[in-house]
């Protein structure tokens, strides 16, 4: 058996065109532009290309972006700065500070300063409580695009088993948290979790998170189980040249697709979806700031 391709990519365009359609009839009927700025310190080079990737996508369905570059040695007081100052700026309804920041900035202090209203990454923590909660909150982006290719695929997930492996602030928790909102009973598993591949097989949904090149084994599978896989890991790939890297997942794809029912591809799965969501995400911020009706 091979599983069925859960394609991101194509997804990811259709969440983005029923934005821009969103962000079309709300700029000619209100008059209201949805803006989202980014703050990037340093040069990263991972970074930078996400950064590029969110301003040309924001673009694209017609909002503003606007990147906000700052040099590594930025002080944590004149970033502050800047978040207090794009709080306070009527035309950004979102703000997203790239991570990971330089470790001379503290990323909790910087997180929490953002507007919780315009936090589209989710990760303050009033939307963090929010969403534990069960309240209306500004979901993560990542965690958000695998719950809507979860319903997608499997349309009502209630009563399912689910297993995310993974328990970082950015994916699993916020992934179990959306998951048993769904009602389905979750398992979060991480690197003390004993019996792993027991755990594994339990699940009629697997969310692998873990940050570790084709981690999870074809034999963990249950028989048509959904799997998701977040992992965006770069290995050598001699076989295209000397030097030369790819991108792999967390889940051994190979193996994996044999057994699963259905399971997502990297690249062209999750990585897609995530910036997909963010400007979702970004629309909802200015809706609900303009008192609009939200997008789906
Ligand atoms: P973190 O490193 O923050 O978390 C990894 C988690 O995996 C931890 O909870 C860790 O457990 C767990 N883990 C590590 N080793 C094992 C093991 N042997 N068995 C079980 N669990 C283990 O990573 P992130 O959550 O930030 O990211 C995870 C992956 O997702 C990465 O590859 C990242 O690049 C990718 N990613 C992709 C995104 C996308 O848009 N597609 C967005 C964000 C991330 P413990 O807590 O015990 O250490």
């Not at 249950?222 to 790939?237: E, L, S």
Request: aromatic share 2%; glycine share 10%; hydrophobic share 40%.
């Amino acid at each position: 058996m091979t599983a069925t391709l859960i394609d991101g990519k194509a997804f990811a365009a259709s969440v983005r065109e029923r934005v821009a359609t969103h962000v079309a009839r709300i700029k000619e009927a209100q008059g209201v532009t949805p803006g989202l700025a980014v703050v990037l310190v340093g040069d990263d080079p991972a970074s930078e290309v996400y950064v590029r990737s969110k301003g040309k996508q924001t673009v694209e369905v017609g909002m503003h972006s606007y990147e906000h570059k700052l040099p590594a040695d930025t002080s944590e007081a004149d970033l502050l700065a800047l978040i207090e100052q794009l709080n306070s700026d009527k035309a950004v309804h979102g703000i997203l500070v790239q991570l990971p920041l330089p470790k001379h900035l503290n990323e909790s202090l910087v997180i929490n300063a953002i507007d919780p209203a315009k936090d589209v990454d989710g990760f303050h923590i009033s939307n963090v409580g929010l969403l534990g909660t069960g309240q209306k909150s500004m979901v993560p982006c990542t965690p958000l695009g695998c719950l809507m290719m979860l319903r997608d695929h499997l349309g009502e997930l209630s009563g399912k088993t689910a297993v995310v492996i993974g328990r970082s602030n950015i994916v699993g928790k916020p992934m179990a948290q959306l998951l048993l909102g769904d009602s389905c009973t979750v398992t979060i598993a991480h690197s003390r979790t004993k019996d792993l591949a027991e755990v594994v097989k339990r699940a009629d949904i697997v969310v692998a998170a873990v940050g570790r090149p084709n981690f999870v084994q074809g034999g963990w599978i249950k028989p048509g189980a959904t799997v998701i896989d977040v992992g965006i890991n770069r290995i050598p790939a001699p076989e295209k040249g000397e030097g030369k890297t790819r991108l792999v997942g967390d889940v051994d794809f190979e193996a994996v697709k044999e057994v699963a029912g259905a399971i997502t591809p990297v690249p062209g799965g999750v990585g897609p979806m995530t910036i997909a969501c963010l400007l979702a995400n970004t629309l909802t911020a200015c809706c609900r700031k303009h008192g609009l009706v939200e997008p789906e």
